[in-house]
């Protein structure tokens, strides 16, 4: 599923969930509810030819279907604190984490709500610190 240009993100992630059809369609959908209601601003966008991506001042995660987990890519998530140990997948590297979701599992949603908004707080505060370093124009600098 590529999408067309009249599509918009959110009926496309619909429309995924629907194809899905089993567990992961359900993961997916309540993963997807949970973002929501920790972030009613959360833009959602469509990337990478199929890829459900929420963001708010930057991506926040991704939503990534496999046949063994559903993932949860956080952009920036090895700068989150992670009190109770959700991230499980991409441990290794400098900048992003994930959390593997497989058939089964219960989601600790408090904790995932928090970490949502962990990274809401961590795209916003970068974007107004880069805000604030902006080259004054010519005009405001008289």
Known sequence: MDGKAEDNPSRLI????????????????????????????????????????WSHAGIICTGETYKQVVKLTFA???????????????????????????EGEEIDEEALKALIRAAVELNTSAKAARARKKPKSVEERR
Do not use: Y
């Open 14 to 53: 619909d429309a995924r969930i629907k194809e899905l059809g089993d567990w992961r369609s359900e993961t997916l959908a309540r993963v997807r509810a949970l973002i929501k209601e920790a972030d009613p601003e959360v833009v959602e966008e469509w990337k990478w030819r199929g890829v459900p991506v």
């Open 76 to 102: 920036k998530g090895a700068s989150l604190k992670d009190p109770t140990s959700l991230f499980n997948s991409s441990l290794e590297g400098n900048t992003r984490r994930a959390i593997d979701i497989r």
